[in-house]
């Protein structure tokens, strides 16, 4: 591991809450109030799931809501609220009043029907993911109402002070581990999750009842640890081994499992834990695939019917560039194509469709599936019984369109009840309900079915809009290499004059700059500074394709960067007419924050500045740096520095190295307790940027911030100071 970078040596200043800036000017106060609205537009809601109905100690039913995430305005991080099902009534409920530190993240939030962990049944609640500081150690917690108990628990050592709110928390996991995937079982008897906690780098597939336990726990006081069984044993085959469980049987017999190599490989296994000690763990070979098995991935959902027990409803790119929906019965192994494309006239599919699947939920009565449409969402219906079965059909919802994330209510018997988070250009992050009625089909004029779908609005959910909301072009320029590169396209005037321009430039790589795809700052640069936004969507980003997807992997990596000196160019050239080539920046975080850096290093003499928000620096200390659980998954995507030829290659391309071939002024922020890309690679760019004849830097260390911010103080200076930086550089104000 690389020796970490001293940053004790810098000044800084205390401008904000849990921030240090180092060489940041005083941002003045009518950027904060100008924000306001943006940043309020921009707190929306998201959607946890729906509560289950369960029995009170009457016996008597209560069913439940739905559990929501949002961050109040008074609030440092986001809480998790609860509102009924029914929208008539407008009631928002906050369940959580803790504070444990700054930075802290609610991951998940799964609803459950109960446990009995503590020797006495606690019904309802929900299994909470959570860290404290950003860092991503996320430890398990149980969440549960004493009102719906027989018996009341004393007060549990650690247990978070959560009042006035009518819910306690108690955590289980009690060390500095990683753990994630939670995976109910349909019984509710059964909880599956991985965790790094055998060797602090592999993360494996664990076991756990949630009722009939035999926890030897008693209602007492003392802290518990969750008694967890192990069903994922070391292969050791030499590779970090990273797990994620997928779904558990109906009836309990089968756990389908992922092996996590990478972005694009990820294949599927199942492993028998019906008995008292679980099975081998098994690959499942898909019939008939025709991409190579190393570059596919699966992940699967088991069949609610009890019909079909051992069907599962996968999501792969076997069958071509796409990820499509097929069936997979487990004990015939016959596969039944759902929407994949272009297999030909031979192979019956229910209805291809050539874009990306976005997500599939599965019921007793339907399987929905949402299609990303070149950063839209398309919802689609599959009736498994009834006079439609096996027909998929389009549902239409009343709105303008955009990024369509949901939950069903099936576990409480209502597979026809959505509660849906939307995001559009007007506003992101409301909340809709949507009741599925499939009496009432069309049929388009290419043969195709649909229904429309009235939404009716959750009032208490709702997010204000800003007071000009620009709608986004799709628009295509062409690389280098004749690739032709997609981006959303946001002009404040609709091109009708010449004017400044940001180039916005996503994470991940494997990410896309979707409808839904903007920070708070979006609106302010848009309606107040005047400024146009394009997002591109380079080579390497997901959504197009897995081709599209690996076109950046290792030794191409700056032929993304490449599709940027495109993208300057075609501003210069194609857009001439309504943007500003001499007043260009570029923007991002994440792999983004590299992308900057490294356009920066590559093309200063087109561009005026540069934002890099968490970004990396330098690949080999990335990798060396990043946390042990991500180093393997991350090599597969960008290389393995190990390897001679490789370290030297990412060596030779990293933005550190070529720092100094920067020209214009940049402003660097960066998560102090950032464990993807550590806060070293900031303050290694930051000075020698600063070191550099004729460089401008300025640096915002966020404390108790991880990757991406979750904190409002940190939220609100960093866009405001965002925001003053720009003024000054972008829009030639002068220093102050």
Known sequence: MAAPVDYGDLEFTRPAKQIKAVNVPTVPQDIFDGMKEYEDAARGFDVYGYERTVKNAAGEDVPGGIFLSHRPEDAQVSQVYRISTDPGNTELERL??????????????????????????????SIMMMDLDGNEHFQLWRYWEDALCELALPKIEGELDNAPGKGRIERLTHDDYRYSSITISPSNKIMAFVSNKENNTDTL????????????????SAAFTLPSKLITPRIGDGVTERWATQSISLDD???????????????????????????????????????????????????????????????????????????????TRAITHITTPNLGPSVHVLRPIPWEIQSRRVTDTYVYITMNVEGWSALYVLPLTGTHKGTLVEVKLNWEGGWITFAHNGHNGRPHELVLRLASYRARGFVRRALIDLQSLKHAADGSVYVDVNMTSYA??????????????????????????????????DRKSKVPVIVGIHGGPESQATVQYRTATHGYLLNELGIAIIYPNVRGSSGYGRKYMAADDVFKREDSVKDIGALLDHIRSGLSEELDASRIAVMGGSYGGYMVFATLTHYSAKLKCGVANFGI???????????????????????????????????GIAPLKNAAKIKVPLFIT??????????????????????????????VICEK??????????????????????KRFLLSEASS
């Open 253 to 331: 017999k089968y756990l389908l499992i992922t092996r996590v190599y990478g972005n694009t490989y990820q294949p599927l296994y199942i492993v028998d834990i019906s008995g008292p000690e679980p099975g081998k763990v098994e690959r499942i070979h898909l019939p008939g695939a025709t991409e190579r098995d190393d570059e596919t991935t699966v992940t699967a959902s088991f069949s609610l019917d009890p019909a079909n027990p051992y069907l599962a409803y996968l999501i792969t790119n076997a069958y071509g560039d796409f990820h499509s929906v097929v069936a997979y019965d487990i004990e």
């Open 96 to 125: 959580t009043f803790f504070d444990i530190g700054a930075g802290r993240t609610i991951s998940a939030f799964v609803p459950i029907v109960g446990d009995d962990w503590r020797g006495v049944y606690r019904p309802g609640g």
């Open 205 to 220: 597939a664990y076991l756990t009842h949630l009722v009939g336990s035999n926890a030897d726990a008693t209602t007492n």
């Open 670 to 699: 960066h998560g102090e307790t950032d464990t993807r890309v550590t806060v070293h690679e900031a303050v290694s760019m930051y000075k020698i940027v600063r070191d550099t004849e004729g460089g401008e830097a300025q640096m």
């Open 460 to 493: 208490q959910a709702a997010v204000p809009e800003v007071k000009k909301a620009v709608a986004p072009e799709l628009i295509r320029f062409k690389s280098f290499d004749g690739l032709e590169v997609p981006a959303m396209y946001y002009h404040p005037k």
């Open 617 to 651: 620096a330098n690949w080999v200390t990335f990798l060396e740096n990043t946390a042990p659980v991500r180093r393997a998954v991350r090599r597969l995507e960008y290389g393995d520095e190990t390897d001679p030829e490789v370290r030297a290659f990412l060596e």
């Open 705 to 726: 911030e991880g990757h991406g911010y979750k904190q409002k103080s940190v939220i609100e200076y960093v866009n405001a100071a965002t925001i003053h930086y720009l």
